[in-house]
């Protein structure tokens, strides 16, 4: 069993730039996909960003494309998700998901294990 803590929200102007970390423990990290979703109060879990377990492939929420970009560093066991030309929209609380997929890519329910979340609100 994999557990995980996400960091680095809080925040940012809109037009700006934000690097969120996922830090895993308790399992091999290199044998999950991870990826990293979002949810705003009220509202279902969205996914953002996945990538397979040696990072050789990614995949992006339309709505995220071309600013956001997810990467992982299996020596140091942490996901990270660096978001660029931050919207309002991007308001949200974000969440760390590992998968003993492959490659889960945006199917919630391919992830078995999720961190607490970060939030990351956006101001004007």
């Known amino acids: 069993q994999v557990q995980l803590v996400e960091s680095g929200g809080g925040l940012v102007q809109a037009g700006g730039s934000l690097t969120l970390s996922c830090a895993a423990s308790g399992s091999t990290f290199i044998d999950y996909a991870m990826g990293w979703f979002r949810q705003a109060p009220g509202k279902e879990r969205e996914f953002v960003a996945a990538?397979?377990?040696?990072?050789?492939?990614?995949s992006y929420a339309d709505s995220v494309k071309g600013r956001v970009t997810i990467s992982r560093d299996n020596a140091n066991n942490t996901v990270y998700l660096q978001m660029n030309s931050i919207k309002r929209e991007d308001t949200n609380g974000y969440y760390c998901?590992?998968?003993?997929?492959?490659?889960?890519?945006?199917?919630?329910?391919?992830?078995?294990?999720w961190g607490r979340g970060t939030q990351v609100t956006v101001s004007s």
């Open positions: 998901a590992a998968s003993i997929y492959s490659n889960p890519g945006y199917g919630r329910t391919w992830y078995r294990y």
């Open positions: 990538i397979t377990r040696r990072g050789s492939s990614t």
